[in-house]
């Protein structure tokens, strides 16, 4: 069994940082891509980064320039850095693990960020 436990959201006003930290645990194996979605109220899910075992990253075009992914393929850790907050990036964070390709999906319990104007 896999288990996602994520760490670090909260309360932030705009323009202001926070760091997501995710680890994983369990029979994780292949090659992956670790990373970050997230889920504001009444939207849906929609992707915010991803990094796969080789370094290979991946951002919405929203994020891009404001957050750095990155991962510990030992620890099994992936790290969500979000500066320069707006608004908008209000949302329940949601870790994520996912084989390359298909195999398995595994999600961790989500993390709240909310960021005040």
């Known amino acids: 069994q896999v288990q996602l436990v994520e760490s670090g959201g909260g309360l932030v006003q705009a323009g202001g940082s926070l760091r997501l930290s995710c680890a994983a645990s369990?029979?994780?194996?292949?090659?992956?891509?670790m990373g970050w979605y997230r889920q504001a109220p009444g939207k849906q899910r929609e992707l915010v980064a991803t990094i796969t075992t080789s370094g290979r990253t991946n951002y919405a075009d929203s994020v891009k320039g404001r957050f750095t992914i990155s991962r510990d393929n030992a620890k099994m850790t992936v790290t969500l850095q979000m500066n320069s907050l707006k608004p908008e990036d209000t949302a329940v964070y949601y870790c994520?693990?996912?084989?390359?390709?298909?195999?398995?999906?595994?999600w961790g319990q989500g993390t709240q960020v909310t960021v005040s104007s």
């Open positions: 369990g029979s994780i194996f292949g090659a992956n891509a």
């Open positions: 994520n693990v996912k084989r390359i390709p298909g195999v398995y999906n595994y």
